[in-house]
């Protein structure tokens, strides 16, 4: 495998990771906030909730493209199990790359939903919108992901 698309692979997963933990720091920042300002103000803010719920999404699109790139993402072991070494090597490239074309067909409709979102948004729902971008860039990711385990062996040893 080419150095640079090694290094291409390292770079994703480090934006990947960054994107995952801040997401994360963010919904338990705001999460520890709203608890306290409704326990001890009686008051909170109803868009923290919105913030949090597209929080959520983004630590579970940036866990899922990070699990494809380790290839440690959920597998059925029971047909694992079954089948032998031989023939999972010669499966791995053909399921790869299925996984790689529905995540990249997954990113197009996405990036449709998005698009559809941006249109018929309600102006004052505007400004959530842009947590709407994680859909297509966690298929985005998630394809280029298993594209690469097709190329390279990585996931076939596992």
Known sequence: MPAILE????RLQQLETWLAAGGLFLLLALSI?????????????????IINRHLLVVCGMMGAALATAKSSHIKTDA?????????KDRLHLP????AAIVCGLLC??????????WQY??????????????YPLG?????????????????AQK
Not at 33 to 49: A, E, T
Not at 79 to 87: A, D, G, K, V
Not at 121 to 133: C, D, Q, Y
């Open 95 to 98: 399921l790869q790359l299925f």
């Open 108 to 117: 197009y409709y996405s990036i449709i939903f998005v698009l559809d979102e």
């Open 139 to 155: 298929f985005a990711l998630m394809s280029i992901h298993f594209g690469y385990n097709a190329m390279s062996k990585t996931g």
């Open 7 to 10: 290094s291409i692979n390292q």
């Open 79 to 87: 047909l694992n199990i079954l089948l032998s070494p031989r023939t």
């Open 121 to 134: 948004a309600p102006p004052n729902e505007r400004w959530i919108l842009p947590f709407t971008v994680v």
């Open 33 to 49: 906030f709203q608890i306290l300002i409704r326990n001890l103000f009686d008051f909170g803010y109803p868009q923290i909730d």
